[in-house]
C-alpha cells in the first residue's frame, strides 16, 4: 500500500499568530512533504526488497547504504515530518505538569532545556532537525541530525519533538533568523502536551 500525505491537525491558518504563517504551512505541508511521500512510493515502486515494509523498516533497511541513501532521506523525512506536524499547536508553549517535572529533573529546568535545544537547533550545520529524545537509560536528552535522518535511525532513544530546520520551514516567516524561529518555536509553537503522551 502507497505511503500517503496525512492531513493536518490544524487549518493551514491557524499557526500564523504563533508565528508560522499560512504560506509556510501550505508550502511545507502541500509541497515538500508531498514531494518525500511521492519520491518514496517511486521508490518503493521500483525496489521489490522495499514492498510491503512498514516505514520504520524501510528506515532501517535503507539506513547507512550508500545506494539507498535517497530511499532514506524521503522515508526519514515523511516520519520527521508526522512527528512534526502534530507536535505544534495554535496554543503552544504550555508545559504540562509530568513532563515538566521530568525536563526540570533531567536539565535542571526549563530555561536550560530551551538553551540546549536552541543550540542544537541552530548549530545544526545546513538542513537538519533538533530533538528532544526519551534516552534508552529513561533520560531526556536533546539531539540533532542532518537532513532527513532522526532518533529512530541513530538509535538514541523514542522522539518526542523534532523541529524543522530546513529553510523552508521558516524562511517565508524569519528569512535568515533561524535562532529567532527556534526561539519561537519552543515557547509559542511547541506541542509539549503531544510530546508528553509519548513518554508512555
Not at 76 to 88: A, D, E, I, S, V
Not at 159 to 181: I, K, Q, T
Request: aromatic share 12%; proline share 5%.
Amino acid at each position: 500500500m502507497a505511503f500517503e500525505l496525512p492531513a493536518l491537525p490544524y487549518a493551514t491558518s491557524a499557526l500564523a499568530a504563533a508565528g508560522m504563517g499560512q504560506e509556510t504551512l501550505e508550502l511545507h505541508h502541500g509541497k515538500h512533504h508531498q514531494a518525500y511521500v511521492t519520491a518514496l512510493n517511486g521508490f518503493v515502486e521500483k525496489n521489490d526488497a522495499l514492498k510491503g515494509l512498514s516505514l520504520e523498516a524501510i528506515i532501517a533497511h535503507a539506513n547507512g547504504k550508500a545506494d539507498l541513501a535517497p530511499v532514506f532521506n524521503n522515508a526519514g523525512q515523511h516520519w520527521n515530518h508526522m512527528l512534526f506536524w502534530p507536535g505544534m499547536s495554535a496554543t503552544g508553549g504550555g508545559m504540562p505538569e509530568r513532563l515538566g517535572r521530568k525536563i526540570a529533573e533531567d536539565f535542571g529546568g526549563i530555561a536550560p532545556f530551551k538553551d540546549a535545544f536552541k543550540a542544537a537547533a541552530v548549530g545544526q550545520f545546513g538542513s537538519g532537525w533538533a530533538w528532544l529524545v526519551l534516552a534508552p537509560d529513561g533520560k531526556l536528552k536533546v539531539t540533532k541530525t542532518p537532513n532527513g535522518s532522526n532518533p529512530l535511525a541513530t538509535g538514541e532513544g523514542t522522539a518526542l519533538l523534532g523541529c524543522d530546520v530546513w529553510e523552508h520551514s521558516y524562511y517565508l516567516d524569519f528569512r535568515n533568523r533561524r535562532p529567532d524561529y527556534v526561539q519561537n518555536w519552543l515557547d509559542k509553537l511547541a506541542n509539549y502536551e503531544f510530546a508528553q503522551s509519548r513518554m508512555g
